[in-house]
């Protein structure tokens, strides 16, 4: 397989730049004002000329002149700052708006895998301090690119229509300036990719340590979390001072040798060849123009570190950009299923895995028909109902929906067939009915929100809210027990009214007279669906239609309750140990 190279700095910061060409106006406005801010400063030097001679003959028309010209200059100079500053700022936190958009969009359709490779913590943080390194690449580094660059461009101009012969001269060392530019910006990029390795590493597990504050205090893991957040900041410390010291090392080296070009510039100033009759106007403009690109200069080169973490942040935002997002190449997209669900001879592998972790699946659910899966801990349950909505992409065999292939349905469509309440229940920092009503349901008028809650048996807790079904619930919930979040899953996905429901260890949180309440609420919703159980506890497992009993990743049992225990098999041997409470 041919390996695919990296981009190069160039490509990199080109494609980056490419995000400005919606905004050309704005970016053109503030190139003309640092066209005129460089104007300016190329003015300021050639007008020490006209000084020494109004000094040598004073006058009042003179007076007024250099008045006019003083005040000109800095106005030129005040009004290029503004339109330089301002427009390339504004073109720059468009294209932070643009990345970051895009970052996230690309998120919310990247496949699981892709999630299981990468923590919570690295992807915040791409969208945050890496997308604000890309800002300062974008916005003070064109400026001071553009503006510096282009009043060196003016003062050199300036100095070879003095003097050519001083001017090359002056210009000599500029390959040693370049060398010097070229070393510092390759350290700097290598060093940028690892501050934001660690800074991704500081916000995944400061992240951590505060979503699990309670089991860190319970179990006295303070200083585990204090050793570990020092660990990964002590990293970003040393490589943000490698960072500094490469700068501190290269700013003054460059000022050395732009000052020994003027040193050289001041000794053969005295040598009446090169001098070839310049008079004393001149010369003090001459070496005005020379002392005052010594700034530009500086500004110029000492923004690489800028333009290099900007790089190698662009490069790990554009990684996420370009990939691939889960497959969706289905054209079916039916209204509503009847919900027959067959699996032939289905086999899935997690990436990178040399043996499935499900083999040979065989197994034809009816529609309406509920079907419970029991088994041991990673015995495949949980594996095998996320390759119905297509979370993962199963490796062998097929699955169908009601005899279609579910990779021809649109993932949109597929989806759509199908509510999910699982253990690990998910709810936002919204209200009680933003979180029942929540993405395309959120168009269910109050009365159907109001009655899926009390179908979930959750209006009990709902009404003694301070704001019934607009109070603020907090961080995933955070305001309420347990159940209640649980209840408010169930609610959401009695909302959904999908002809597919899979539960997975839904009642797991609930106390065992909550649990009767919802059992009630889920048999009257469970009617006329296809529904697939994961559960522990016998009062889910009992009821249901069929239960198949997965060992390994394979189904080795299959049959009603009764059935299996007179078999005296897997399931005999599960309910004798207790994985679930006595009916």
Not at 390 to 418: K, W
């Amino acid at each position: 397989m041919t390996a695919v190279s990296e981009p190069s700095n160039w490509q990199t910061y080109k494609r980056l730049l490419s995000y400005a060409k919606p905004f050309w106006l704005a970016f053109s406005l503030a190139v003309i004002g640092n066209m005129i801010y460089a104007g300016a400063s190329t003015a300021m030097a050639a007008a020490m000329e006209v000084v020494i001679a109004a000094i040598e003959n004073p006058s009042d028309r003179n007076r007024i002149f250099l008045t006019a010209l003083i005040i000109g200059v800095f106005a030129m100079r005040g009004l290029g700052t503004f339109l330089g500053q301002y427009f390339i700022q504004y073109v720059g936190r468009q294209i932070i708006h643009a990345l970051r958009t895009q970052v996230f969009d690309q998120l919310l359709v990247l496949p699981s895998r892709f999630y299981d490779d990468h923590s919570s913590g690295h992807l915040v943080s791409k969208m945050t301090f890496n997308v604000e390194q890309v800002a300062d690449a974008t916005t003070n580094a064109v400026t001071i690119l553009l503006r510096e660059g282009l009043t060196i461009v003016g003062l050199l101009s300036f100095m070879f229509y003095t003097n050519w012969k001083l001017t090359l001269i002056f210009i000599g060392l500029a390959p040693l300036i370049g060398l010097v530019v070229s070393f510092a910006s390759k350290r700097f990029r290598k060093i940028s990719l690892r501050i934001q390795n660690s800074m991704g590493d500081i916000t995944h597990v400061a992240s951590e340590a505060i979503s699990g504050y309670r089991v860190v205090r319970i179990f006295g893991g303070e200083r585990y979390e204090q050793d570990r957040f020092y660990d990964v900041s002590q990293r970003n410390l040393k490589q943000s001072l490698k960072m500094a010291s490469t700068k501190a090392i290269s700013v003054p080296i460059v000022q050395l040798l732009v000052a020994v070009s003027i040193a050289a510039l001041v000794w053969l100033m005295l040598a009446p060849e090169i001098r070839n009759g310049m008079t004393t106007g001149e010369l003090v403009a001459f070496i005005t123009a020379a002392s005052t690109m010594a700034k530009p200069v500086r500004q110029v080169t000492s923004i690489h570190d800028q333009i290099q973490k900007g790089v190698a942040a662009a490069y790990d935002v554009f990684q996420t950009v370009d990939e691939v997002p889960e497959p969706d190449g289905g054209d079916h997209a039916p209204g509503r299923v009847e919900g027959q669900i067959a699996l032939n001879h289905v086999c899935f592998r997690y990436r990178d895995q040399l043996d499935d972790v499900l083999h040979d699946i065989n197994v034809t659910i009816p529609a309406g028909q509920s079907v419970a899966l029991v088994g041991r801990s990673g015995s495949g349950k949980s594996t095998l109902v996320s390759l119905l909505p297509r979370f993962y992409e199963y490796t062998g065999g097929e699955i169908t929906l009601d005899d279609v292939p579910i990779r021809d349905y649109t993932l949109r469509a597929l989806r759509d067939q199908i509510a999910l309440v699982t253990q690990n229940v998910v709810l936002f920092n919204d209200t009680i009915a933003a979180n029942i009503a929540y993405g395309t349901l959120s168009q269910n008028d109050p009365d159907a929100i109001r009655n899926a809650a009390a179908k979930a048996h959750a209006l009990e807790f709902i009404d003694r809210m301070p704001e019934g079904m607009d109070t603020l619930i907090g961080d995933n919930g955070v305001m309420l027990s347990g159940g209640q979040r649980q209840r408010l899953a169930i609610a959401r996905a009695l909302l959904k009214d999908a002809p597919i429901l899979i539960l997975d260890e839904a009642t797991s949180a609930l106390d065992t007279e909550s649990e009767r309440h919802i059992q009630e609420a889920l048999n009257v919703v469970m009617e006329g669906r296809t529904t697939l159980v994961i559960a522990h506890r016998l009062s889910t497992i009992e009821k249901a239609d069929r239960i198949l009993v997965m060992d390994g990743g394979r189904i080795v049992e299959s049959g009603r309750h009764s059935e299996l225990l007179e078999a005296g098999g897997v399931y005999t041997q599960l309910h004798q140990t207790g994985f679930g409470e006595p009916a």
